[in-house]
């Protein structure tokens, strides 16, 4: 039998992110010796015996011992010291990020690691299987709305017009952003709004054929209240946005980061978020302002002269943590559980399964045969 690895996500402080007892008592049937990192769930409140009462088959041990383990499940990707931990040869379920990512993917093939990224299984009509749309969405406009009430004067006005978000991609995250934007994400400003008799939301979704037509842009911008990046890009090094453009935003404006892609410096040169010269936001800090010094951490060669205030996190999900690992737990249980009876290397687009196949869509294996092509 296959053994688990939980280690801790040794991140911001923010980040207190684990699963719950009840997911672990799940697991029990599958009868896997399941080892645990010393302090896991400890951020959220949980001690051992809340683990250890529940599935007689869980063991607590060090980090080095968590990343020894045959499946190793760990929500965020290990930092590339904790990649080295990992025996070659191992599973390592996580998100990894693929397309953007390629230092850890030259690790991960240099251990033989047999990596499963979350963010890639996919089922049979390439829908995400384990995702928090809803969750990354609505967060994120929740505090958004809440900095444009600070900042914008007549927000509450019944003289002004409707408000304008503008939301570049138009996939799940993007659609459930424009659904959480349309009744002002918090129901107590909704509620304002409505008392104030201030006009609603004007929602408008930019496709591809729209955010490469710059006189267009130009248009949308300066009319827009919050801008946000919900992108899916085929070239990490290539702006949506330049600093330029992003001149004819409102002063005002609340930009909105939900892809929070880093900025990367590899051999190709650098990778940079959809909009140029903003900054990535954390669960410590989500929210950054014109002079923050997470501005001025932005690579050099990035141009920062535009600035706006901007709402951004790297882990979006992790705002509401609980909620987001009683979800998690539901779309990865079976998944887990596939892993564990059938052995990595017969997973296969021909397999009659469907967990199977869409583990597989979301192995290196597959990202090199089907999905960077794409983007070469």
Known sequence: MKTLGFPRMHKEKGEIRAFLPDFFEKLEVNG?????????????????EDYLSVNKNIEFVSKEESYKQDIIIVLRSPEFDELELIPDGKILVSMLHYP??????????????????LDSIRGDFLQRLVFNAKGTSLHGMEIAFSELEKIKPDFYSNTRGPLEVSIIGMGMVGLQ??????????????KKI?????????INMLPRNITSDREEMIKILKRTDIL???STRDNPYEYIVDNELLGNLKEEAIILDLTADPYLVDEEGIQVKAIEGIPTGTLDKYVIYKDDKEYYDIPDTVNTSNRRTVVS????PGVKPRECMELYAVQMLPLITKLLEKEF???SLESPY????????????YFFKYDKIKTE
Do not use: H, Q
């Not at 850890?104 to 499963?116: E, H």
């Not at 952003?177 to 909704?190: D, M, N, Q, R, Y």
């Open 228 to 230: 946000v990046d919900a």
């Open 194 to 202: 409505k008392e104030a008799k201030a006009k609603g939301v004007l």
């Open 345 to 347: 290397d017969e997973m």
């Open 32 to 48: 896997a010796k399941i080892y645990i990192e010393e302090g896991y769930g400890s951020k959220m409140g949980y001690k051992k």
């Open 313 to 316: 996190c790297d882990a979006w």
């Open 354 to 365: 469907y967990f199977e196949r869409a583990i597989y869509r979301a192995t290196l294996d």
């Open 177 to 190: 952003a424009g659904k959480a934007a349309s009744k002002f994400a918090l129901p107590e400003i909704a």
């Open 100 to 117: 953007t990512r390629a230092k850890r993917i030259k690790v991960l093939k240099r251990k033989n690691i047999k990596a499963v990224s």
